[in-house]
């Protein structure tokens, strides 16, 4: 008899348990979660063939004042090997046009959030565009032991994604971008029955970088009135946004500057010491990025070199000092100027100013030169499209080529890249390159090499 009381005991607090992890995981749910998309990889139907374990999290960074949300993606078996620890791959978005209201403006909560889920802009750039969850789960797959195998589960994954409605109208079919990603970028023009070797498994982390360069702003003054939502999600309170232009259209989201540096490192510790996967990450990091993301990544991780032993860039702004028309500045990329100067609002570009100093004590470019790298070495990758349509970040990537005798690093247009232009098309189809390079790097440092 008291065997069987002490049976219900314990099944009545496994189940108060379960409950309670339910409605843990049920509050941190992406702001857009009705996107069919995300609810793809968010909450699985059972009618899937392919499951995804990525999560929704949040923490709140003393440093920003504001509640952020990242994606984590976990490896496939990371619940099934309880003891396994993983190295950790942060991948850094680029910058969102449609926060600085060159197409829109969000004078309420509900449009600002719905802009949001249109665009699917910042953290959820790299699941939902580049696709990174899909293709990481396939190159890691013990399963494909030829390039072959490796194009034939990514077609069928993005069919699947295709048929739950995760790729645009715009997009290209499934095994096009399979082709794209295999046949024209990681193994191009050798066999496809040339044997392929999965990946390094890795914890694959999208953080929120709203548009501050993942730099601290130079001035900390107040340009926006307090937020009055300190909740992750991008919406905001009439009065929040700031008309920076002397055009009445031209606004500028709350929270694109601060102190973005110190916001991605509180998160790092955050993610090691506070989250739910603290004991089950090894302390072996990788950083890449797109576009800002780019420049984000080689200036962080040159920065703190203790930190990273992997870094990447695509289409990255690798040289800031090209940077200084300030009429340019102020009408495309507002922050910029903000974050590396001091932004007048309601004046015309010459009332602002770049501070010189802290261009060059961030920027990618001149910190590759002061620690004295010559070469181009084995724990850096960048490379850049044909077609960017934006010389700072041509140029910028050939003065890098130039200095680390990289040889040229620019991708031609292909089949199914987008052209090799500043799109996210062409960005996935180098997303296998990205993947292989910090897997070889991350897997010689975990053998000690």
Known sequence: MKDKKRFWIILSS???????????SRAQ????????????FLFPKASQTYRYLVRYEVFFPNVLDKEKGFFVILPED?????????PVLFLLHGYNFHRTGMWWKATSPEKAKRLLCEVKEEEYHWLLHENIAVVAYAMTDSKNRTYRDLEKSLEWRFQELFQFGGLGKGDYKPEEIAQSIVSHNLHPGRNLNDPFHPLQK???VLPDGDNGFYTDENEGKRLFPETKNRKACDDFFPGEAMNYSLLPFF????????????????????????SQYKERL??????GGISMG????????LKYPHLFQSMSSQS????????????????VMPELLEVFGRFEAHQLPPGSSLDLKHIEDNNPFSLIKTKGVSHLPDWLYFDYGSKEGFDGITEGNKNLEKHLKAGNRQIPAQPFNGKSGHNYRFWRSRSGNILQHHSDVLQKTLLGK
């Open 78 to 86: 990371f619940y099934q090997n309880p003891m396994a620890r993983y």
């Open 202 to 204: 890795m914890v694959i």
């Open 282 to 287: 090894l302390r072996r990091r990788g950083l």
């Open 251 to 274: 606004y500028m989201k709350p929270g694109a500057v601060g102190k973005h540096e110190s916001y991605f490192l509180e998160l790092l510790q955050y993610l090691e010491s506070q």
């Open 316 to 331: 990255g702004l690798l040289d800031i000092e090209l940077l200084k028309d300030k009429w340019f500045l102020k009408m």
């Open 294 to 301: 780019g420049f984000g990544a080689m200036k962080l991780g």
């Open 14 to 24: 496994v189940l108060l348990l379960l409950i309670g992890s339910l409605k843990t």
């Open 29 to 40: 749910t992406s702001c857009c979660s009705e996107d069919p998309a995300l609810s793809y």
